[in-house]
């Protein structure tokens, strides 16, 4: 039918196929959105059921939604992952756009809206939480207590150590990704992921952001970003019932 997409188990299917019992079909308009079921089944398909079901329990805090933020929120939403929550106090742009996940059409909105938005568009049944706030000592411990996995993506230093200090000292049972040295381009094999600790990984060169030029730039902020997702979900994975 004109309009239509046949999913034969969570595939496409072109011409003529033979069925056989246990196979899975799914028709889908251009202007329909899938349910809830068919979005796991497909997830399941390319997973596995065993693995998305603990994708499907994870609950993931990522403070700072700009060039790395934003783009771990993509990946984990795409992956599966069950809840995000999400902190940032900025508004979106014009000089953003070289390097986080946003459109000129969401210039001058909240970060937090503008990317729960998008989410959305990806997964309608995202479990997502946003609060547009600047973190701070206080705060951190109630905003960041639900979530196993605290994913840190400020471009400030001081930001990013007060956030690893304070999740480290005061929420014992939560690991923290951290980001450091993603700018310029090139060498991408220089961004690595690194354990510093039994809760506390960093992803990046970790060297300093140069005085002038080489300033950070697309490529090289999503591939420090997909590091501190891919670790997330890894974690998720691998985490012990």
């Given at each position: 039918m004109a309009?239509?997409?046949?999913?034969?188990?969570?595939?496409?299917?072109?011409?003529?196929?033979?069925?056989?019992?246990?196979?899975?079909?799914?028709?889908?308009?251009?202007?329909?959105?899938?349910?809830q079921e068919d979005i796991v089944a497909g997830l399941c398909r390319r997973h596995t059921q065993a693995i998305q079901e603990k994708l499907n329990?994870?609950?993931?805090?990522?403070?700072?939604?700009?060039?790395?933020?934003?783009h771990i929120a993509v990946h984990l939403c795409r992956s599966g992952i069950g809840t995000l929550r999400l902190y940032d106090f900025d508004k979106v742009d014009l000089c953003n756009l070289n390097r986080q996940s946003?459109?000129?059409?969401?210039?001058?909105?909240?970060?937090?809206?503008?990317?729960?938005?998008?989410?959305?568009?990806?997964?309608?049944?995202?479990?997502?939480y946003t609060k547009t706030v600047r973190l701070t000592r206080d705060n951190i411990p109630s905003l960041c207590s639900s979530s196993s996995i605290v994913i840190e993506a400020f471009d400030d230093p001081k930001a990013k150590a007060l956030l690893v200090n304070t999740v480290l000292s005061e929420l014992e049972e939560t690991t923290v990704i951290s980001a450091s040295g993603m700018s310029g381009y090139g060498r991408s094999n220089d961004i690595r992921t690194r354990r510093i600790s039994s809760r506390l990984y960093i992803c990046g060169d970790e060297t300093p952001?140069?005085?002038?030029?080489?300033?950070?730039?697309?490529?090289?902020?999503?591939?420090?970003?997909?590091?501190?997702?891919?670790?997330?979900?890894?974690?998720?994975?691998?985490?012990k019932p």
């Open positions: 309009g239509m997409t046949v999913l034969i188990n969570g595939r496409p299917c072109s011409g003529n196929i033979t069925l056989k019992d246990g196979d899975d079909i799914t028709f889908i308009t251009a202007t329909s959105v899938p349910s329990k994870a609950d993931i805090t990522i403070a700072g939604l700009g060039g790395l933020g934003s946003y459109f000129l059409s969401d210039i001058g909105s909240y970060k937090t809206e503008a990317l729960s938005n998008q989410l959305r568009l990806i997964n309608p049944y995202l479990r997502v952001r140069p005085a002038s030029g080489g300033g950070l730039m697309s490529a090289r902020v999503a591939i420090c970003a997909a590091h501190e997702a891919n670790l997330a979900i890894q974690l998720c994975i691998e985490k």
